[in-house]
């Protein structure tokens, strides 16, 4: 019997980050086609998708340069949670910089 196991390559990664990043940003897309609460424009697209895709590819940097599993959690643990407080901050001014969203 083969042991035929499952083995993403980084290739199959770094792609799948880019369809995620893309169904993400489609969220917003569609729901401004039903409502006028999501009122974003080509700049609001843009930094999303910097924001995303950037996130995914350090995200992505951390799994082929450490060889540490838990420094690798870490690691995008942390860059995970500096996205979502930059996200909050632009969305509504968590911490009052000038680049706060409201």
């Known amino acids: 019997m083969e042991n035929k196991s499952f ?4 290739n199959q990664r770094l792609m799948g980050i880019i369809v995620v990043v893309a169904t993400l940003l489609l969220i917003p897309l569609i729901a401004m086609r039903f409502t006028t609460e ?18 995914g590819l350090v ?3 951390v799994l082929r ?6 420094n690798r959690i870490l690691l995008c643990g942390v860059i995970l ?16 910089t ?3 969203g409201s």
């Open 7 to 10: 083995k993403i390559t980084p």
């Open 38 to 55: 999501v009122n974003w424009d080509a700049f609001d697209f843009i930094v999303a998708a910097v924001l995303l895709l950037g996130t």
């Open 59 to 61: 995200c992505e940097m």
């Open 65 to 70: 340069n450490v060889r540490s599993t838990k």
């Open 81 to 96: 949670i500096i996205l979502f407080l930059v996200w909050a901050e632009l969305a509504v001014g968590i911490f009052g």
């Open 98 to 100: 000038p680049f706060a």
